[in-house]
């Protein structure tokens, strides 16, 4: 089957040391995805003031969640990629969570901006941008 979805102006996710197209998701995704990134907010916007606590509310569920927003969205441009080969790729918790933004912004649940223009109050809650670092240790 032919992948009729454009790829080219896209944002991508670096998963695996290897880009990955992320397009604008549709509903079989969010279906998915928009429950799971509303049950990770508070962990995000924990991460903006202490990334020590943040890390200490990413228990299994909440990890799973977020390997779930992100499988889920990278399969909008590849929907070959099984879940065992997704699973088997080496992507890290920085990954993860640098992902986590660019795809909850193609998800469409927040209204986004024209360029250059913000729109108040409609942003997710300190999501996370640029370089992402994780303490060494929680203590």
């Known amino acids: 089957m032919d992948n009729p979805i454009d790829t ?3 944002p991508l996710v670096l998963l695996g040391g290897q880009p990955w197209p992320v397009p604008l998701l549709v ?3 969010n279906r998915i995805i928009d ?3 509303l049950s990770l907010l508070p962990v995000f916007k924990e991460w903006q003031s202490d990334k020590a606590t943040a890390l200490s509310m990413l228990g299994t569920a909440q990890y799973e969640a977020l390997q ?3 499988f889920q969205a990278i399969r909008r441009a590849r929907p070959e990629l099984t879940r065992d080969q997704f699973l088997d790729m080496p992507v890290t918790l920085p990954e993860l969570v640098a992902a986590f933004p660019i795809i909850a ?3 469409g649940i927040f209204e986004r901006a ?3 223009e913000a729109v ?3 942003s997710p809650p300190s ?3 640029g370089t992402v670092s994780l303490p060494m240790s929680a203590t």
């Open 35 to 37: 429950p799971l990134i």
């Open 114 to 116: 024209a360029p250059g």
């Open 27 to 29: 509903a079989r995704q």
């Open 105 to 107: 912004g193609q998800t």
């Open 68 to 70: 779930e927003i992100v």
């Open 8 to 10: 080219d102006r896209v």
């Open 120 to 122: 108040a109050g409609t």
């Open 127 to 129: 999501l996370p941008t």
